[in-house]
DNA sequence: CTGTAATCTTTATGA
DNA sequence: TCATAAAGATTACAG
């Protein structure tokens, strides 16, 4: 215990909060930070949101790039919410809860931030106080690295992939690489090998070939990817 | 939206709770749970205290066996407080906030259990619904999905396509279909027969093919796109 | 984030 | 075969 706790505060952050941490006997460095508000490690920083500013940040969609950038930044981030009961209370906010809780599920389930509650500063004084105590005092139990969330799997990627091609979104994307054997390549190729089935009058009857028992991918599909993925090698395509 | 969410509730929970549940249009089954309190998935289970619940079985440590039982049973197990600001109300409990979020700071850093706060059960009712949406229902992350803009010409179409690949972006995708005779077939062709070189100790050394003489395009980029784009089955076919 | 509406495409149906 | 309506996904936008 001989030595204080120290945590780097950006110079935004209320003065009564960084009054509550020199309260608390720690050491408080005063700097400009760019991504968090708290800095306790290398690895540990913090991000303090009162309920209010959290609400507002999830309107704007200003929230999530936020936590992209401290999620790629520190291996340890944290998120605390200073009082977010207090928000709710607003009249025009009321009706909002299935929105913030759907952002809160979102952020610690997939993107694996941890989320902490307090109610008012000194509360908020205390958890950053307790972090920094575990962080720099307890040097026998390191903290155990976070599963990465920005790293997307195999499956996600290949999906991410086909959803460039014309009108594909997520479902049709997953239905196309469960179909094609998980190879984005055999979609491609399976694109390519299908054919449009004209009337005589001109206008489309069917599909032939791998997309031919495929349900929700008709002519147009078809027509507009051939485009998009363009001629292979040799001859030039009419249309 | 078609499918109901389904939960599994311990018995022993509030039926007010429950009632919330049923009012979200979840689908209720109620059951004798051992560990949790909410079941959500084979991975996904919930454990619910209230305030007073939490520091009560904080101060006899009851709660840490608890919560490595959950931790044990489930890949994503997730505690819910409800009411926390309630409990410090209580005279006794004023000065035990060092005490209480020493234990949430352990809780969330160094056993990696999430921790989300409600106010109310009508409020956790929101957050298991919340949960329950984004296991159960095939919604596309953010982190997946691919914005697109509206209406673009061809070209366009082509670029965004190629920016799917890994580590692609508005600048390598223009010189890709520039390359490769504005033809992202022939990207994909290329990437497929292209093949990384390595050295005698494993190390990759360069490139061989039609990616050889391209800038800007390394191993690594190759490597990570052949993931991407999957094994293509062998077949011919004259097209 | 969530909800709703507008848009596009496929698919089913009847003439 | 054509025309139209119903069903499904994707995209756009607002709160």
Redesign the interface.
């Known amino acids: 215990m001989s030595k204080l706790l120290h945590i780097i505060v950006d110079h935004r952050e209320p003065n009564s909060l960084k009054n509550h941490l020199r309260k608390l006997e720690m050491n408080v460095e005063e700097a400009h930070l760019d991504i968090a508000d708290y800095i306790i490690s290398d690895q540990v920083a913090c991000e303090r949101k009162t309920g209010t500013d959290l609400i507002a940040s999830i309107m704007d969609s200003r929230l ?1 790039e936020q936590i992209d950038r401290l999620i790629e930044t520190y291996d ?1 981030p ?1 998120l605390i ?1 200073e009082n ?2 207090a928000a ?1 209370e607003r009249v025009e906010w009321k009706k909002r ?2 929105h913030v ?2 952002a ?3 952020i ?3 993107r694996q931030l ?6 008012k500063v000194s ?1 908020t004084a ?2 950053l ?3 920094a ?3 720099q005092e307890d040097k026998s ?1 390191p ?2 690295a ?1 599963k990465s969330p ?1 790293k ?1 799997n ?1 499956r ?11 009108n594909t ?3 049709k994307a ?1 239905i196309l690489l469960d179909h094609f ?6 979609v ?2 399976g694109i ?2 299908s054919k449009v089935i004209y009337t005589k009058t001109g206008n489309p009857k069917g599909l032939e070939g791998p997309f031919e028992k495929l349900e929700g991918f008709g002519p147009k599909y078809l027509i507009e990817n051939k ?7 040799k001859e030039k395509n009419p249309n």
């Open positions: 999530f340890q944290v919410i977010l009961t709710f809860k299935k809780y759907g809160l599920t979102y610690f389930l997939k941890p989320i902490i509650p307090t109610s509360e205390i958890v106080n307790r972090i105590s575990w962080v139990d903290l155990i976070r920005k997307r195999l996600d990627n290949q999906i991410f992939f086909l959803q460039g091609l014309h979104g997520q479902k997953e054997n998980q190879s984005p390549t055999n491609i190729k390519l090998k485009k998009i993925l363009g001629s292979s090698e």
